[in-house]
């Protein structure tokens, strides 16, 4: 008879938990769609050098470690250096000038108010020390959601190139 009651209690809780199942799948899709927009208005942003756009979009709490152009600070205002290589002129030595940035691919993960997106790039122009680059690049983003919206938190980036030969070279 306990059985027969256990059986029954666990039918009826099935339908429960499978569509709780449905809502965080569903939370989680609207989630991907939202953060992938936000990568999109970022890489646009970049390639138009609209700091507006990327002050709004990062963090004020956001980090960076770029292995392509040797951007590394763990500096409390990297926030301030990222947009000021942006509003100045793409002439600057230390300017960045991303002429295109090509998204070939891209995964998000969410972990509730936090997201990791990764995605491989083509990014063309011009490097801080005046090189022209037309480089693959595997970046990644971390978002956290914050009043409502995703902010970039921290990236990495590096060209697929490097980061094949270093893990070559760490066998």
Do not use: C
Not at 33 to 60: G, S
Not at 91 to 110: F, G, L, P
């Amino acid at each position: 008879m306990m059985n027969k009651i256990l059986i029954f209690v666990a039918l009826l809780m099935m339908p429960i938990s499978f569509a709780q199942g449905q809502d965080d799948d569903n939370r989680d899709s609207k989630a991907k769609q939202e953060i992938i927009k936000v990568y999109r208005e970022y890489t646009a942003a970049r390639e138009k050098r609209d700091a507006a756009v990327m002050n709004r979009i990062l963090a004020d709490d956001y980090g960076e470690a770029d292995v392509v152009f040797g951007v590394v600070d763990g500096g409390s205002n990297l926030k301030a250096q990222t947009l000021a290589l942006y509003k100045a002129s793409p002439h600057r030595a230390d300017s960045v000038d991303h002429r295109t940035i090509e998204i070939h691919s891209t995964v998000v993960t969410i972990h509730g108010d936090t997201a990791v997106l990764t995605s491989r790039e083509t990014s063309k122009g011009i490097d801080p020390r005046g090189h022209a680059y037309n480089d693959p690049i595997l970046v990644t983003h971390v978002f956290v959601k914050r009043d409502g919206r995703w902010q970039i938190i921290a990236t990495h980036g590096g060209q697929i190139k490097e980061i094949a030969a270093q893990a070559g070279n760490q066998k």
